[in-house]
């Protein structure tokens, strides 16, 4: 399951000894590695046929005329980022005049994000109907899902609950990367299920960011499985990621999960501040130790490729409290990405978390950010196998 963050933990170490190196891809997409100080490198040629983590940088393509190239074919990609729709999406997510879990709203809330979906995404999209139980009151909520992929049956002849369909049929392919935003919102006090909370910072932000990504990725024919879920019931105790993963984990599918990526508040920046700061927060402890690792080598990744393709400034922090916990609490990988606005944001659960007191520049900065992550995974995805 952790085979890509192992090897990106023992690039990562490596990296500093390599650097000298020039790495070469050549038009049959085989990696070289030739070290002028050292002829004998076929340790480090075949680390690089591997994972490309710590050799993005150095990479160079040979184009046609075998003249090298950096890597840009992403770069249009990354352009593509709407913020006119990330804005409109925040826009229409506030308007609700809550979208606190308990609320008659959420319903509303659900069908749209859903008919949005299906608008944008290219593979399957579908409800993950769940009930939660709280203070002697039954809710019947949703969470949304878009599936990048079109999923056919396993090929294997086991037979687990194949007479039930499942929305979800496990993949075939190995990697998966999991998207995950919080649709709920709240106002300071929780139970005030019918106050005004417009939730723009919280988590619109994360919504609308999601849906962009949606957009842009769900087209593509990448390698890695990527799995966008939209979350009711975070601001409640995370109710819609717990119920989640719980069901991913009964129907045999949390092996092939390699990554989760948690967007929640993406979308604040403080005026007096003079850098475009972002959070990566990474797992320490909590329910599993033993996968602290990948995600502080993910969240080193992360903030290299922030340096490296927008203005933000990345700095790290313990995972605090998300839906990434849920998780986390199955051993997943997990990273969370916000705008440190718990601490910054004055309009935090108020009914003035609106749509103006956002910066879309910033927001979009953020969404660069995780749609440049997720197609350099996918590079070093094609070169695993
Ligand atoms: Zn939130």
Not at 182 to 191: C, G, L, P, T, V
Request: proline share 2%; aromatic share 8%.
């Amino acid at each position: 399951m952790h085979n890509l963050w192992l090897l990106i933990s023992i690039i990562i170490v490596l990296s500093v000894s390599i650097s000298s190196n020039t790495l070469i891809i050549n038009s049959t997409n085989i990696i070289e590695t030739r070290d002028d100080n050292n002829n004998n490198n076929n340790y480090f040629t075949s680390l690089c046929r591997n994972s490309l983590v710590a050799c993005l940088d150095d990479i160079t393509y040979l184009d046609k005329n075998g003249k090298n190239t950096k890597i840009q074919t992403d770069l249009i990609l990354l352009d593509q980022i709407n913020s006119t729709k990330l804005k409109e999406w925040i826009d229409i997510l506030s308007s609700f005049h809550t979208r606190n879990t308990k609320s008659n709203y959420i319903e509303n809330v659900a069908y749209w994000l859903k008919n949005e979906l299906q608008n944008l995404c290219e593979g399957r999209v579908s409800f993950h109907n769940y009930t939660q139980n709280d203070q002697n009151q039954t809710f019947n909520l949703k969470n949304i899902i878009c599936s990048s992929k079109q999923e056919f049956p396993s090929s294997s002849s086991s037979s687990s609950s194949s007479s039930s369909f499942s929305p979800h049929p496990a993949p075939h392919y190995n990697n998966t990367i999991i998207i995950g935003a919080h649709y709920d919102s709240r106002a300071k006090n929780i139970n005030d299920t019918d106050a005004r909370a417009p939730g723009a910072d919280d988590n619109a932000s994360g919504v609308s960011a999601l849906l962009e990504l949606v957009s842009i990725l769900s087209p593509l024919n990448l390698k890695n499985n990527l799995e966008f879920v939209l979350f009711s019931g975070e601001e409640h105790g995370r109710w819609g990621s717990t119920n989640y993963v719980k069901y991913l984990d009964d129907n045999n599918r949390t092996k092939t999960i390699d990554l989760y990526l948690n967007l929640d508040m993406i979308g604040y920046r403080p005026s007096n501040e003079t850098k475009n700061k972002v959070i990566l927060e990474y797992d320490v402890g909590n329910k599993y130790v033993q996968n602290d690792k990948y995600s502080k080598n993910i969240a080193l990744f992360i903030k290299q490729i922030a340096s490296n393709y927008t203005n933000l400034e990345a700095e790290l922090a313990k995972l605090e409290n998300s839906d990434f916990i849920s998780f986390e609490a199955f051993n997943h990988t997990v990273i969370g990405i916000h705008d440190g606005g718990v601490k910054k944001n004055p309009h935090y659960h108020k009914s003035s978390d609106t749509p103006d007191t956002l910066n879309i520049k910033y927001l979009t900065s953020i969404t660069k950010m995780v749609l440049a992550t997720i197609l350099e995974l996918d590079k070093i995805s094609q070169y695993l196998k």
